[in-house]
């Protein structure tokens, strides 16, 4: 998604194939700017256009910086349950490469052979055939163990692939999350206690499905407390 993203910014940035094409020959009225009813002279229209093309460039530039992984992202797509009937062209390279040197460190040659094997396995093992999305696939990959024997290499694919962000959302919710539980009335919690509070504030139940009375009785068995000899 962030290549197409890429690509479709890039093709907006790049001028014309012939650039003696008079804009004013196409088929919009004279009176509409990109699809705008605005009416602007000639050198308003050429401010725009330069203002527009430098935050083009500078929506890339940030793309670049922000996701300097992007190929080896595309490459990944390789794993969605759709692609693997398909040819993987140098999808299967691009990941070899950027894991060398690695402790992961695949070989493109077992990994090519290996994967042949797999798409064949895949065609006739209903729960990969059926799988609607790439967490799904390794679910089956990674949570079989047999599966997980027979394709080591695919295995550890999928295991990265599910496991990697591709965007900052997850870390920024996290600080979200810290900044409202660990207030300036609470500046000493523990590490331990505010990890706990943060991973059940982002990965626990909605309040209305939460037993407070189940969770208030186990509280109150784990050491003796005064509150409830009193």
């Not at 890429?6 to 919009?28: C, H, L, T, Y």
């Not at 793309?63 to 390789?78: E, G, I």
């Not at 920024?172 to 009335?185: C, H, P, Q, V, Y």
Request: charged share 30%; hydrophobic share 40%; with cysteine.
């Amino acid at each position: 998604e962030v290549r197409d993203i890429i690509e479709k910014v890039e093709a907006d940035v790049q001028p014309p194939a012939n650039e003696d094409e008079d804009m004013s020959d196409q088929d919009e009225p004279e009176d509409e700017v990109y699809h705008l009813d605005i009416s602007m002279t000639d050198l308003e229209t050429d401010r725009f256009d330069r203002t527009r093309l430098q935050f083009l460039q500078g929506m890339l530039d940030n793309l670049d910086q922000r996701f300097p992984c992007a190929p080896v992202l595309d490459a990944f797509s390789v794993l969605q349950p759709e692609q693997i009937r398909e040819p993987v062209g140098d999808k299967l390279d691009i990941l070899c490469q950027h894991y060398e040197g690695s402790p992961l460190q695949i070989d493109s040659t077992r990994l090519a052979d290996e994967w042949q094997e797999f798409k064949s396995f895949a065609r006739e093992h209903a729960p990969i055939c059926n799988a609607s999305s790439m967490q799904a696939v390794a679910k089956v990959v990674c949570g079989n163990a047999m599966i997980a024997e027979l394709y080591p290499l695919v295995a550890k694919l999928y295991s990265r692939a599910v496991a990697m962000p591709v965007s900052t959302a997850d870390c920024e919710r996290g600080f979200s999350a810290m900044n409202r539980i660990k207030t300036d009335l609470r500046n000493r919690l523990l590490s331990s206690t505010l990890e706990k509070l943060m991973m059940i504030s982002l990965e626990g139940p909605e309040r209305e499905d939460f037993d407070f009375v189940k969770a208030a009785n186990r509280w109150s068995t784990l050491r003796n407390r005064r509150l409830f000899n009193s």
